[in-house]
C-alpha cells in the first residue's frame, strides 16, 4: 500500500493531473498570481492571510495595479502577434485564444477592458493595429516596424527636409537677384530716357560740341558713362566691354567647374583605395572636399600622390572582420561598423554598426575599409 505523501500514489498523481493545462478562470487570483483547482480551494485562498495583505494593498492605489495590468497585458499580447501573425490578418478570438495559451499570461479581467471586443476597439482607436468587423467577428492585423525600418524612414525625411531647405534657399535667393537686377534695370532705363532728350535738344543748338552729365554708372554688357563728370561728347568704350565680358566669362566657367567639382565618396581620410589602372593600394591622408581632390599614400612604394582625381580610385572592401566605413551609393554614408559576412554570388556585405547597433547590407564597392 503506498503512503498518503508519496510521489506516485493515486491521490498525488489525480492532483499532478488536474494542474496540467488550462484551469477554470473564475478560480485565479491575480493579485498573489495563484491559480485553485475548485470552489472550494479558491475560498480558502481568498480567506488567507496573504490573500487579504494583498487586497489591502491593492484598495489603497487601485488606478495603479489596473494601469500596471493593462500595460502588461497589451505589450504581451502585442508581443505574440509581431511573432506569430506579423503583418498577417487574423480572427481576434483566435489570436486571444493563443495568448491565453500560456498559464502565466495576465487575465484580462485584472485590466480596464472588460471584453475582447472593447480591446479590439481600443487598438483601432490607437492606431495599433488595423481591424475589421465581419459577420465572423473582429479581425485585426499587426504591422510593427523594427529599428531598420525607423532608421532607414527617419534618414530618408531628413534626406528630404535637407533638400527642401536648399530648395528653399536657392529659390529666395534667385528672387532677391532678380529683384534686384530689375530695380536697377529700370534706374537704367530713366536715365538713359533722360539723357537722348538732353543730347537731341543740345544736338540741335548746337553740333559741333556736346556736354553732358551722366547720373548713373552702368557696368556690365551696358554703356559706361562717367559720374557727375562733364565729358565732350559720348562715347562708348567697346574695348573695356569686351575685355569685361571675357572676365565674366572665364569667372561663371570657373565657377561651374568648381560647383561641379564635389568629392562622392573621398571625403574622409585613414580610408584604403586602390588605383584603378595599375591596381596599387594607398591610404587617404588628405580630402579636400570642396576641389574634389585627395592625396594618397600608395603602401609599396610609400610616395605621396597629391591632388589626385577621385575617379583614378576605388575603395578597397575589408575581409570578414575587418573595420570598414560605407562610402556611396547607401542610406547609411558614413557609418562605420564590422564586416560579418560576404556574399561572393551577389556582392553584398553584413555590416555590424558600432554606434546603432543594427546590422544592415551594402555593395562591397561601396564600403572601404578603415586603416
Same mark, same amino acid.
Given at each position: 500500500?503506498?503512503?498518503?505523501?508519496?510521489?506516485?500514489?493515486?491521490?498525488?498523481?489525480?492532483?499532478?493531473?488536474?494542474?496540467?493545462?488550462?484551469?477554470?478562470?473564475?478560480?485565479?487570483?491575480?493579485?498573489?498570481?495563484?491559480?485553485? #483547482?475548485?470552489?472550494?480551494?479558491?475560498?480558502?485562498?481568498?480567506?488567507?492571510?496573504?490573500?487579504?495583505?494583498?487586497?489591502?494593498?491593492?484598495?489603497?492605489?487601485?488606478?495603479?495595479?489596473? #494601469?500596471?495590468?493593462?500595460?502588461?497585458?497589451?505589450?504581451?499580447?502585442?508581443?505574440?502577434?509581431?511573432?506569430?501573425?506579423?503583418?498577417?490578418?487574423?480572427?481576434?478570438?483566435?489570436?486571444?485564444?493563443?495568448?491565453?495559451?500560456?498559464?502565466?499570461?495576465?487575465?484580462?479581467?485584472?485590466?480596464?477592458?472588460?471584453?475582447?471586443?472593447?480591446?479590439?476597439?481600443?487598438?483601432?482607436?490607437?492606431?495599433?493595429?488595423?481591424?475589421?468587423?465581419?459577420?465572423?467577428?473582429?479581425?485585426?492585423?499587426?504591422?510593427?516596424?523594427?529599428?531598420?525600418?525607423?532608421?532607414?524612414?527617419?534618414?530618408?525625411?531628413?534626406?528630404?527636409?535637407?533638400?527642401?531647405?536648399?530648395?528653399?534657399?536657392?529659390?529666395?535667393?534667385?528672387?532677391?537677384?532678380?529683384?534686384?537686377?530689375?530695380? !536697377?534695370?529700370?534706374?537704367?532705363?530713366? +536715365?538713359?530716357?533722360?539723357?537722348?532728350?538732353?543730347? !537731341?535738344?543740345?544736338?540741335?543748338?548746337?553740333?559741333?560740341? !556736346?556736354?553732358?552729365?551722366?547720373?548713373?554708372?552702368?557696368?556690365?554688357?551696358? #554703356?559706361?558713362?562717367?559720374?557727375? +563728370?562733364?565729358?565732350?561728347?559720348?562715347?562708348?568704350?567697346?574695348?573695356?566691354?569686351?575685355?569685361?565680358?571675357?572676365?565674366?566669362?572665364?569667372?561663371?566657367?570657373?565657377?561651374?567647374?568648381?560647383?561641379?567639382?564635389?568629392?562622392?565618396?573621398?571625403?574622409?581620410?585613414? !580610408?584604403?583605395? #586602390?588605383?584603378?589602372?595599375?591596381?596599387?593600394?594607398?591610404?587617404?591622408?588628405?580630402?579636400?572636399?570642396?576641389?574634389?581632390?585627395?592625396?594618397?599614400?600608395?603602401?609599396?612604394?610609400?610616395?605621396?600622390?597629391?591632388?589626385?582625381?577621385?575617379?583614378?580610385?576605388?575603395?578597397?572592401?575589408?575581409?570578414?572582420?575587418?573595420?570598414?566605413?560605407?562610402?556611396?551609393?547607401?542610406?547609411?554614408?558614413?557609418?562605420?561598423?564590422?564586416?560579418?559576412?560576404?556574399?561572393?554570388?551577389?556582392?553584398?556585405?553584413?555590416?555590424?554598426?558600432?554606434?546603432?547597433?543594427?546590422?544592415?547590407?551594402?555593395?562591397?564597392?561601396?564600403?572601404?575599409?578603415?586603416?
Amino acid at each position: 500500500m503506498a503512503k498518503k505523501n508519496d510521489f506516485l500514489s493515486p491521490k498525488a498523481i489525480d492532483n499532478r493531473s488536474k494542474m496540467k493545462g488550462l484551469q477554470k478562470l473564475k478560480f485565479f487570483c491575480q493579485l498573489c498570481e495563484k491559480q485553485c #483547482r475548485d470552489q472550494n480551494g479558491f475560498k480558502q485562498h481568498c480567506s488567507s492571510e496573504q490573500h487579504l495583505r494583498q487586497v489591502k494593498v491593492f484598495g489603497e492605489n487601485s488606478a495603479r495595479f489596473i #494601469r500596471g495590468y493593462s500595460e502588461e497585458f497589451l505589450g504581451n499580447f502585442l508581443n505574440m502577434l509581431a511573432l506569430s501573425h506579423r503583418n498577417s490578418r487574423v480572427s481576434a478570438t483566435v489570436a486571444y485564444n493563443e495568448y491565453i495559451a500560456n498559464k502565466t499570461h495576465v487575465h484580462m479581467n485584472s485590466t480596464k477592458w472588460t471584453t475582447l471586443t472593447d480591446f479590439v476597439k481600443y487598438l483601432g482607436r490607437e492606431k495599433l493595429c488595423e481591424i475589421e468587423e465581419t459577420p465572423k467577428g473582429w479581425f485585426l492585423q499587426y504591422k510593427p516596424r523594427d529599428k531598420e525600418e525607423q532608421l532607414r524612414e527617419r534618414m530618408i525625411g531628413e534626406k528630404k527636409r535637407i533638400d527642401e531647405d536648399e530648395d528653399t534657399r536657392n529659390a529666395n535667393l534667385l528672387a532677391k537677384q532678380i529683384a534686384k537686377q530689375n530695380k !536697377i534695370m529700370n534706374n537704367i532705363n530713366v +536715365d538713359v530716357q533722360e539723357i537722348e532728350a538732353t543730347a !537731341i535738344d543740345l544736338e540741335n543748338e548746337q553740333r559741333e560740341k !556736346i556736354e553732358m552729365a551722366a547720373r548713373v554708372s552702368i557696368v556690365g554688357d551696358k #554703356r559706361k558713362m562717367i559720374v557727375d +563728370d562733364k565729358v565732350s561728347g559720348m562715347f562708348v568704350n567697346n574695348d573695356d566691354d569686351d575685355e569685361k565680358k571675357k572676365k565674366s566669362k572665364t569667372t561663371l566657367t570657373t565657377n561651374e567647374n568648381k560647383k561641379k567639382k564635389k568629392l562622392k565618396w573621398m571625403r574622409r581620410t585613414q !580610408i584604403v583605395c #586602390r588605383k584603378i589602372k595599375t591596381g596599387e593600394k594607398g591610404t587617404v591622408v588628405r580630402a579636400n572636399v570642396d576641389d574634389r581632390e585627395a592625396d594618397v599614400k600608395l603602401k609599396d612604394s610609400g610616395t605621396v600622390l597629391q591632388n589626385v582625381e577621385e575617379h583614378e580610385f576605388e575603395p578597397v572592401c575589408p575581409g570578414i572582420g575587418g573595420k570598414c566605413v560605407v562610402v556611396r551609393n547607401h542610406d547609411l554614408v558614413g557609418e562605420e561598423g564590422k564586416v560579418l559576412s560576404v556574399n561572393a554570388a551577389t556582392g553584398e556585405v553584413t555590416i555590424e554598426s558600432f554606434k546603432r547597433a543594427i546590422h544592415f547590407k551594402a555593395n562591397s564597392a561601396d564600403v572601404a575599409r578603415i586603416a
